[in-house]
């Protein structure tokens, strides 16, 4: 590690270049193995976002959503950036990220493609239906205006099944509408993004005791960290019984993120449901942002998540019981291919 920071920092004496340094310090992240791991410096310009939403398809840049203001459509695979190849470009941003699962690296560097300056222009080229297009897209779009389509945060599907999704609810909100849970024999939770609820919700779906996962954080009990110890965050979550004994399946996908992951790791272990998705992005635990000189930002994993048996769960993706694979068609379509998923599995078990 030592090495590592002598050599970055002759490196950036010699260079003299604020991307240098940003190279550099996100080469030291890397070899704390963590996928909450990134370093970027605050730029108040870049506040605006190209009108397309994009998904990695096997290493092909698709167009997963796009705005009336664009020229681009649902399904457009883009192969040019500015006269390179699309996956040069992603490959080049991705030097300056510091997460080491390359799935949820891709999908930062993603999002550092999109933003940039207002009005600021891209010229793109596009394969669509096998043909070849060349457009100039404009950085036009305010964080927000252009979002994946979602149900509501909680929402009726037939006469069997409620949706919730967790990433957009409190814990106060969800007591509250679990009364109207009760009334319905299936539930679906969605984690796709980062858990706005804490773990201990899953109390409502058990009937039993739940196994909660230890938190840990290291904390330095003597002056620059000559000794360390650590401090465990563990208690049990009692059974509250109100939603036990119902079919229960939880979505993830590669954006689902620290407190997520630890949720959708405790509800497998406890099996209190099914879990239908995608590979979840590595990342559970406490994540924490903090401010460095000269406008920089470092997020972190601040306390790791481990398993009763004392395994850390933290740095490894939660893998789906049901694995949902992007599908071109659904995109096209607009369709939710893993809501679409989980809607299959109610109504084939209900149909049995």
């Known amino acids: 590690m030592l090495q590592l920071l002598r050599r970055s920092i002759a490196r950036v004496a010699e260079q003299a270049d604020s991307l240098e340094l940003e190279k550099c310090l996100n080469e030291l992240l890397i070899s704390i193995n963590d996928n909450n791991a990134l370093i970027e410096i605050y730029n108040p310009s870049l506040t605006k976002y190209l009108p397309i939403l994009l998904k990695d398809m096997d290493g092909k840049l698709i167009v997963a959503k796009s705005h009336s203001s664009s020229s681009l459509l649902a399904g457009d695979e883009i192969t040019e950036i500015e006269g390179k190849p699309a996956a040069e470009v992603l490959s080049q941003i991705e030097q300056f990220i510091a997460v080491p699962n390359p799935t949820y690296r891709r999908i930062i560097a993603i999002n550092k493609l999109l933003k940039g300056a207002p009005d600021s222009k891209v010229e ?65 939770f969605d984690l796709r993004g980062k858990s706005q609820v804490s773990e201990y919700f899953l109390g409502l779906l058990a009937s039993t005791a739940v196994e909660a996962f230890p938190i840990v954080t290291t904390t330095n009990t003597e002056p620059f960290g000559r000794s360390r110890n650590s401090y465990s965050i563990y208690t049990n979550i009692k059974p509250y019984k109100r939603l036990a004994n119902k079919q229960i399946i939880f979505l993830c996908d590669e954006r689902s993120v620290g407190l997520s992951e630890a949720i959708l790791a405790m509800a497998h272990h406890n099996k209190l449901g099914t879990i239908v998705g995608r590979p979840t992005s590595g ?29 850390e769960i933290s740095g490894r993706p939660i893998t789906p019981d049901v694995a949902v694979d992007y599908d071109l068609n659904f995109i096209k379509k607009n369709i939710d291919e893993i809501l679409y998923k989980a809607l299959e599995i109610i109504k084939n078990s209900r149909n049995k």
């Open 124 to 188: 793109i080229v596009a394969r669509r239906n096998g043909k070849q297009i060349k457009v100039v897209e404009t950085r036009s779009l305010l964080a927000g205006e252009l979002i994946e389509e979602r149900p509501e945060r909680y929402e009726i599907f037939g006469d069997s099944t409620i949706y919730c999704d967790l990433t957009r609810t409190t814990d106060k909100e969800l007591n509250e509408i679990a009364k109207f849970m009760e009334k319905y024999p299936c539930l679906i």
């Open 283 to 311: 990342s559970a635990g406490e994540i924490c942002s903090i401010a460095l000189p000269c406008g920089y930002f470092l997020t972190a994993t601040t306390a790791k998540v481990f398993s009763p048996d004392g395994d």
